[in-house]
């Protein structure tokens, strides 16, 4: 089981853009779901998480006012609005599925191996 995440692309700073993250062989909606950013040369490191209720959101501070993180269960897909994107939000970005009463991960202080299930991940580049 894999998840996939989309929406991805080339945009100036400021604009913006909704990534997606979709299973097809899972019901996303028993599970915490958290957004992964992975800057060139850096670690991976989660800067949204939402509760399988959508009834919790937390959010780093680089992104908070910025991105908003939502979810459908219907359509069992979860989205990162993603605006006023600055050229330091270049990256890939991954979603990846958890344990939904785990604490650390939904204040992402868990650690990456927590997390059951992960998408390939999709690319943001942000020009200024």
């Known amino acids: 089981v894999q998840l996939q995440a989309s929406g991805g692309g080339s945009v100036q700073a400021g604009e913006s853009l909704r990534l997606s993250c979709a299973a097809s062989?899972?019901?996303?909606?028993?599970?915490?779901v958290a957004w992964f950013h992975q800057a060139p040369g850096k670690q991976r490191e989660g800067i949204s998480v939402i509760g399988s209720s959508a009834n919790s959101a937390y959010y780093v501070d680089s992104v908070k006012g910025r991105f908003t993180i939502s979810r459908d269960n219907v359509k069992n897909t979860v989205y990162l609005q993603m605006n006023n994107l600055k050229p330091e939000d270049t990256g890939v970005y991954y979603c990846?599925?958890?344990?939904?009463?785990?604490?650390?991960?939904?204040?992402?202080?868990?650690?990456?191996?927590?997390?059951?299930?992960w998408g390939r991940g999709t690319l943001v580049t942000v020009s200024s």
């Open positions: 990846g599925a958890g344990w939904s009463r785990s604490m650390a991960i939904l204040t992402l202080t868990a650690p990456l191996h927590d997390y059951d299930y």
């Open positions: 062989e899972l019901n996303l909606g028993d599970y915490a």
